[in-house]
């Protein structure tokens, strides 16, 4: 079953803006994964961030958990236009080892 | 470190045919796991081996699907009779650990059914 929900659905920025995307899930979580997939290419890991950890930086993605609210957020600042992709979020459940994909945000950067 | 490989990364095939799909782990990865994704869809999971083992099938479809990875060589994802509704990409990834945050996708195979 799908566990993550991605919101929004489809983003439309301007070169050097900033990019906010969520993610809301349903159960327990050993981590939490970001993932950028360009359109009909395979998916690039970005970021994982773990139950434990609240907050992860890595170059211009910032990504937040809270998991009392089963929440994630992804932030990609000053947005470039190879940002061009969708993003997906992806769950490692505690009874689980399967990832759980939720359907993904499609961000569009314009130049 | 050639990542995990897949091939072919198109496949066309007409309704009733055979597809099969390759997947080639990392170096020292001896954890596959197949994913289907639909048309502006996410990943949904298909099956997790281990060499020569099938952990867990309950992502496949009950007919038509099966999945192997045996001791020598990639794991093959077998699509017999294909319909037109296994139009769809791909994608494999492995790990080196059973539920490790060390996965590695694929590039993908996109199949094609005519």
């Known amino acids: 079953s799908q566990q993550g929900e991605e919101d929004p659905q489809a983003l439309s920025i301007q070169e050097g803006e900033n990019a906010t995307m969520n993610c809301s899930y349903k159960?327990?979580?050993?981590?939490l994964q970001w993932y950028r997939q360009n359109s009909g290419r395979g998916l690039v890991h970005l970021i994982l961030?773990?139950?434990?950890?609240r907050e992860k930086h890595s170059g211009r993605l910032r990504v937040t958990l809270d998991t009392s609210k089963k929440s994630s957020s992804l932030l990609i600042t000053a947005s470039r236009a190879a940002d061009t992709a969708s993003y997906f979020c992806?769950?490692?459940?505690?009874?689980?080892?399967?990832?759980?994909f939720g359907a993904g945000t499609t961000v569009t950067v314009r130049a | 470190n050639a990542g995990v490989m897949q091939n072919p990364r198109h496949l066309v095939r007409r309704r009733g045919q055979e597809a099969r799909l390759r997947c080639s782990p990392m170096?020292?990865?001896?954890?596959v796991y197949w994913y289907r994704q639909l048309p502006e869809e996410g990943l949904k999971f298909m099956v997790y081996?281990?060499?020569?083992?099938?952990?867990?099938e309950s992502g496949m479809p009950k007919e038509r699907f099966s999945a192997e990875f045996p001791k020598e060589g990639p794991s093959i994802l077998r699509i017999q009779q294909v319909v037109r509704g296994d139009s769809a990409a791909y994608f494999c990834?492995?790990?080196?650990?059973?539920?490790?945050?060390?996965?590695?996708f694929g590039s993908g195979t996109r199949l094609t059914v005519v």
């Open positions: 961030i773990r139950s434990n950890e």
């Open positions: 081996l281990q060499k020569e083992n099938i952990i867990d």
């Open positions: 170096k020292g990865h001896s954890h």
């Open positions: 992806a769950t490692d459940d505690t009874n689980d080892y399967k990832l759980s």
């Open positions: 990834a492995s790990s080196p650990q059973q539920g490790q945050d060390g996965y590695t």
């Open positions: 159960t327990s979580i050993n981590n």
